[in-house]
């Protein structure tokens, strides 16, 4: 008797071989094979009607060997790339898409097959040709069809892994489909198996877990669950999935997430799914609360020789009877290590061999890192507001020695306010006699530069904003936490952003679109983007300063015409990250521009780059401050040796200097809506 995780197993490689034939068909009508039309002229929504032409047909006549040879010659100048066009739900006539699975009708011809599923609710793919040779398609087409790609590991290894965690969770089909029929469903599937979430997530989105094509908004706007770079293939009619991703739900204020969740269950106008690759328990308000809790064991030896059977063809009791006698631990292997050892053309011992090392390696990481938790074993450290965060290979850490550049990324660290003595409250400025470039005066702080206008009372205002947010008495949707600074080269746009982190008292990500550009290939480049908001939000709070920001273009500047696609991606791409931490906890913004006029406006909407200040060159009055904060502890000594009659600014400049040890805050109060630059 077949078992419900046989019956899912079946349905998902069904999925996944399917995708594997439209892709074929799509490269066979590049290379002339076959012709494609859309059921309703004109609107690829639905769906495609795929024929055999005259020519290809010849190739039936031919001998076989020379007919798979001129195939594959021609597959071989097609690209590997997404289909364009596709059906929704009916799976392809005529096709067995496994061996151990169903078979399409027989006796039809492909005129009824077209007919028969125009019956149904969704389009449908069909072969048709002359009613005088009602069999030559289908011939062909089983022809090509030998020449489908191998089932992709990682496709492979999530669909078992889904399948088992419904076997193991569910009592029957039935069971399951009713909580799937509820348009607001809650559904939370945890597999603990290393970057679990983004495969799913791309397989979700793909069509290869339900029905459907489906897009994906994440509850929290952290990040998309596939953490993909929007969608791969156009001309879909997409249903949306609201998702979360289990490794993020502790780098969130529960406060906060659990807030948005309820909104969008409320909401009931998409299903909601958490996919969990953690071992560790989830918090109540989201491990209790689902409608369906589907979770399984991770990988073992039993699931192991089922992949091994299905991309390489290797007998279960083969593949059970070597790992047994290896000892094989799987523990710590994730589903990209999988795709790494199970390769086309590998014997079992090597694969196996690849799999024991690559298992050592991980989990001898994973051990490192339980140490560096002082033993805790729970992956997990706290920042200075005193919410969780997962580790990371770039997680900054308080008295930890600064990350070098990564993926161009610099780190800095805030400077910690200077100690001050009894006698400085009285009036004078602290310096510290064994390093007097630390001085509390010389100290890079927005409050003791000589002003940038509204930028210098938006610092002050998050300062204290920021504060309320650790203390939970404000969310972080009502702070303004994104600006965008613009002015002549030289205004002291990037000194504002290293004071602004010493005033906060938090991380600075210094990063550039010059340096987003630099790998040149459009994926490389929306990686490298994609990478610094992705440190961001393991590492918040934290700033992320954007200098250069005009070089990403502008897409209604009207030039650039030859590579519109490849600006327009990027373009969207900030949107999309700019628009995720709008509700990311803990992520700050400040961009800057030497040319504001050559942004794209989106970029400055509400949510965005919302708050802009234009900074002038300095007058008189702030080239004093300026060079006030610079003398720090030799002003006294300068405006000793001055002539008399000296500006009345300079006196000014004293009278500050004198306020400064007593509180850095109130130091420069004259200088409100200057700039300056170091």
């Known amino acids: 008797m077949e078992t419900l995780t046989d019956r899912i197993t079946r349905y998902l490689l069904a999925r996944i071989r399917r995708l594997a034939i439209l892709d074929l068909y799509e490269r066979a009508a590049v290379a002339g094979l076959l012709e494609a039309d859309f059921i309703v002229a004109g609107d690829e929504t639905t769906g495609t009607v795929w024929r055999v032409p005259e020519q290809s047909l010849r190739l039936l006549h031919a001998d076989p060997v020379k007919a798979q040879a001129e195939i594959t010659r021609r597959l071989g100048k097609a690209p590997h790339k997404t289909t364009a066009i596709d059906v929704l739900i009916q799976d392809l006539p005529a096709e067995p898409v496994h061996g151990k699975l169903r078979s399409a009708p027989k006796g039809r011809t492909d005129r009824e097959n077209l007919a028969a599923g125009r019956l149904k609710s969704g389009p449908v793919v069909a072969a048709q040709v002359p009613e005088k040779t009602p069999s030559a398609s289908s011939e062909f087409l089983a022809l090509l069809r030998e020449h489908i790609a191998p089932p992709s590991v990682a496709h492979v290894a999530v669909a078992l892994l889904v399948a088992r965690a419904v076997g193991s969770s569910v009592p029957g089909l039935s069971a399951l489909s009713a909580v799937l029929r509820n348009p607001g469903a809650f559904v939370l599937i945890k597999a603990p198996v290393g970057r679990f979430e983004r495969r799913f997530g791309l397989m979700l989105e793909d069509g290869l877990i339900v029905p459907y094509w489906t897009k994906l908004e994440d509850v929290h706007r952290s990040s998309p669950l596939s953490d993909g770079y929007g969608e791969r293939r156009r001309g879909k009619t997409r249903k949306t999935i609201k998702t979360l991703a289990g490794t993020d739900v502790p780098k969130a204020v529960e406060r906060s997430l659990s807030r948005f969740l309820v909104d969008v269950l409320l909401e009931r106008s ?116 005193g919410r969780p965060k997962v580790k990371s290979r770039f997680l900054i850490k308080d008295g930890d020695d600064l990350p070098k550049s990564v993926d161009g990324i610099d780190v800095v660290q805030p400077e910690k306010p200077a100690e001050t003595s009894g006698k400085e409250s009285s009036g004078s400025a602290s310096v510290d006699p064994a390093n007097p470039e630390h001085s509390r005066l010389r100290q890079l702080r927005v409050e003791t530069l000589s002003g940038y206008g509204d930028a210098r009372d938006w610092a002050l205002d998050l300062k204290t904003d920021l504060q309320l947010w650790r203390d939970g008495g404000l969310a972080w949707s ?195 809506g200057v700039s300056q630059d170091v």
């Open 270 to 385: 998409a299903p909601v799914v958490l996919a969990d690759e953690t071992k560790t328990a989830l918090p109540p308000f989201v491990s209790m609360t689902p409608d369906l809790l589907l979770e399984c064991g991770g990988l073992d030896h039993e699931l192991m020789a089922e992949l091994l059977q299905m991309c390489c063809d290797i007998a279960p009791k083969q593949s059970l009877r070597q790992m047994e006698k290896i000892a094989l631990d799987l523990e710590g292997l994730s589903i990209d290590a999988l795709a790494l050892a199970v390769r086309p053309g590998r014997g079992l011992e090597h694969i196996l061999s690849i799999l024991e090392v690559l298992g050592e390696r991980a989990r001898s990481s994973d051990k490192s890192d339980d140490d560096d938790d002082d033993g805790r074993g729970s992956g997990r450290s706290s920042d200075r507001s």
């Open 478 to 672: 009502e702070m303004s936490t994104k600006l965008i600074l613009s002015g002549p080269p030289g205004t002291g746009k990037t000194t504002y952003a290293r004071a602004l982190c010493n005033s906060l008292q938090v991380p600075l990500l210094v990063t550039s679109v010059a340096s987003w550009l630099e790998p040149g290939y459009l994926g490389d480049v929306l990686k490298r983007m994609s990478k610094a908001f992705e440190v961001a939000r393991e590492n918040a709070p934290v700033i992320l300063f954007i200098d250069e920001v005009d070089n990403i273009g502008n897409r209604s500047a009207g030039r650039r015409e030859q590579h519109d696609d490849y600006w327009r991606s990027l373009i969207n791409r900030l949107l999309e990250l700019l628009d995720g931490t709008s509700k990311t906890e803990g992520v700050i913004v400040v961009a800057a521009t030497n040319l504001p006029e050559k942004i794209d406006p989106a970029l400055l909407r509400s949510g965005r780059l919302e708050k802009h200040v234009a900074i002038s060159m300095p007058d008189m009055e702030a080239l004093t401050g300026i060079l006030a904060h610079h003398l720090g502890a030799d002003l006294a000594g300068v405006l000793a040796s001055a002539p008399s009659g000296s500006p009345k600014t300079i006196e000014t400049a004293r009278q500050n200097q004198a306020y400064a040890g007593s509180d850095a805050d109130v130091i420069d109060q004259y200088n409100r």
